[in-house]
């Protein structure tokens, strides 16, 4: 009988099907006054008559609209003489709410690009910005060997945000970092010294804002600039024995911190 027509009305069920809703929704309409069936069958179930499935049309109008169902029944029972108001103030809303949706749809656009692309400068603008030794396919050479580890997502999501402004910044800070520990090779400081441990933590804490390094972690790039023969000769490049130095003054501050370096994983 809930899923039939009969000639005084639609049942409750038939109603359901033709508005999209479920039945349970509209036996709640029915009780809080929203939209009430006009008559009954001899057996007690509801019937919706033409005028009661307009009102429900009204009622899902709005409810799209976001309206909530306390406003849409004072709007169709003519409660509220500001009807044109509350809609204009509905309408600013969801103004507002699309204007955010926008903003979230443009960052999920970079973060979906920086997850395939690295770094979202163009190529010119990242030579620019790193120098003219700088590859710009050294991102994609980058997310081929590490794009699907923690590490490269969290390397790409924070990619997103940055401006070329912000990718200078830390630039000129690697730049300094480098230099740095150049100076300290060539000026003799010692694996295992306060300074050599200063540098260490340093570099650790500039290339955390790329990824979480953890000094495990550390040990393994340390370990690779100075086995990977184009890492090697980068850090050569500032001053000879660098990559090798480098590693010793890590491996030094790893043991320090109770850490093998011989046995160090990237964890």
């Given at each position: 009988m809930t899923d039939e027509v009969t000639r005084d009305g639609l049942t409750v069920g038939a109603v359901a099907d033709v508005?999209?809703?479920?039945?349970?929704?509209?036996?709640?309409?029915?009780?809080?006054?929203?939209?009430?069936?006009?008559?009954?069958?001899p057996s007690g179930y509801r019937l919706y008559t033409q005028s009661d499935l307009?009102?429900?049309?009204?009622?899902?109008?709005?409810?799209?609209?976001?309206?909530?169902?306390?406003?849409?029944?004072?709007?169709?029972?003519?409660?509220?003489?500001?009807?044109?108001a509350i809609l204009r103030e509905q309408r600013a809303q969801l103004a507002e709410r699309?204007?955010?949706?926008?903003?979230?749809?443009?960052?999920?656009?970079?973060?979906?690009q920086a997850h395939e692309r690295g770094i979202l400068l163009t190529d010119a603008?990242?030579?620019?910005?790193?120098?003219?030794?700088?590859?710009?396919?050294?991102s994609q050479t980058a997310r081929t060997l590490w794009g699907r580890t923690t590490q490269w997502a969290?390397?790409?999501?924070?990619?997103a945000s940055r401006?070329?402004?912000?990718?200078?910044r830390l630039s000129d800070a690697m730049?300094?970092?480098?230099?740095?520990?150049?100076?300290?090779?060539?000026?003799?400081?010692?694996p295992g010294t306060q300074e050599a441990g200063e540098l260490v933590e340093r570099h650790r804490e500039l290339f955390s804002t790329?990824?979480?390094?953890?000094?495990?972690?550390?040990?393994?790039?340390?370990?690779?600039?100075?086995?990977?023969?184009?890492?090697?000769?980068?850090?050569?490049?500032?001053?000879?024995?660098?990559?090798?130095?480098?590693?010793?003054i890590v491996d030094e501050a790893a043991r320090a911190h109770g850490i093998d370096p011989d046995t160090a994983t990237w964890q």
């Open positions: 508005a999209g809703v479920t039945v349970r929704t509209l036996h709640h309409w029915d009780e809080i006054g929203l939209a009430r069936p006009s008559g009954r069958t307009d009102r429900i049309d009204r009622v899902l109008a709005y409810r799209e609209s976001g309206l909530g169902l306390d406003t849409i029944r004072a709007l169709l029972d003519d409660a509220s003489p500001e009807v044109g699309i204007g955010e949706l926008q903003r979230v749809d443009e960052r999920l656009a970079r973060m979906s603008e990242q030579i620019a910005t790193f120098g003219n030794d700088w590859d710009p396919e050294q969290q390397f790409a999501e924070r990619s401006s070329r402004a912000d990718w200078q730049r300094d970092m480098q230099a740095a520990l150049a100076n300290a090779m060539d000026s003799g400081v010692e790329f990824f979480t390094l953890t000094r495990h972690m550390q040990v393994c790039l340390a370990r690779m600039f100075e086995e990977d023969p184009g890492f090697a000769s980068y850090y050569n490049g500032l001053t000879p024995g660098l990559a090798s130095w480098f590693r010793q």
